[in-house]
């Protein structure tokens, strides 16, 4: 098993060469990356069993508060602006606490260790995917459309509607990886847990609802990212690109 690893990095290596061959610069974010991911998963092998018999609440919420805090990290170190661990903890906290609080609301997640900490991963994995996705696009557009706004607010336009259509294009933009799995699922991408919950003996019509809901909420879980990221970051944003 160990031999087939260490091969299986073959599949590290290949991007490895074509990014240092294109000068794209992300060589060693991507050979660290990789690193960090083995031995962060090693040591969540280990300590899965503990973790998973958690029942104290507190417990549980101490997990996921922690989960939202590394991702706010992350995503300060991604996407630099100003007040950006403020944004990005307040757009993936709040989007996060939403959709699971939603979940266990409707009684699709139960408050045990075994759901609530793997989808609530999940949940907030891919709020902090929309975030830095939003982000980036959102900066990227604003420089470019600099004068623009800057036309805008020269006729006493508000200056959030200013910003409209950069705000629609980086919202849009941040949604079309979770808007291609919607509709490529079933067909072309093969969720993961439906498989499992399948091949456990679960009964397939049960493992496709709970998926679809899981899939519901990576969808809300981007949109509410995305539009909270935007709203609470736009003047920081302006005051960048005019500098």
């Known amino acids: ?92 906290s709040i989007s996060s606490l939403v959709v699971i609080g939603s979940t266990l609301l409707v009684g699709v997640l139960s408050l045990k260790a075994n759901e609530l900490i793997p989808i609530g991963g999940m949940i907030i994995g891919n709020a902090l995917n929309s975030y830095t996705q939003t982000i980036e696009r959102f900066k990227s557009e604003v420089k470019g459309g600099i004068e623009s706004i800057e036309n805008f607010l020269a006729l006493g336009t508000p200056l959030k509607e200013a910003f409209r259509l950069q705000i629609k294009v980086s919202i849009r933009a941040s949604l079309i990886p979770i808007i291609n799995n919607l509709q490529t699922l079933g067909i072309i991408w093969i969720p993961g847990i439906t498989a499992g919950m399948v091949l456990a003996g679960v009964d397939p019509i049960k493992a496709v609802f709970f998926q679809i809901v899981i899939m519901f909420s990576m969808v809300c879980v981007a949109v509410l990212t995305s539009y909270i990221a935007t709203n609470l970051s736009y003047k920081h944003i302006l005051w960048e690109s005019s500098d």
Do not use: D, H, W
């Open 1 to 92: 098993m160990e031999l087939k690893f260490f091969l299986s990095y073959i599949l590290i290596l290949i991007p490895l060469i074509l990014l240092y061959r294109e000068n794209v610069g992300l060589e060693r974010e991507l050979l660290i990356s990789s690193i960090r991911a083995f031995l962060q998963l090693l040591i969540l092998g280990y300590a899965l069993l503990s973790i998973l018999r958690l029942e104290n609440l507190l417990g549980l919420t101490a997990i996921l508060f922690t989960m939202v805090l590394f991702a706010t990290f992350t995503a300060n170190r991604r996407i630099r602006i100003v007040n950006g661990y403020r944004i990005a903890f307040l757009s993936i």
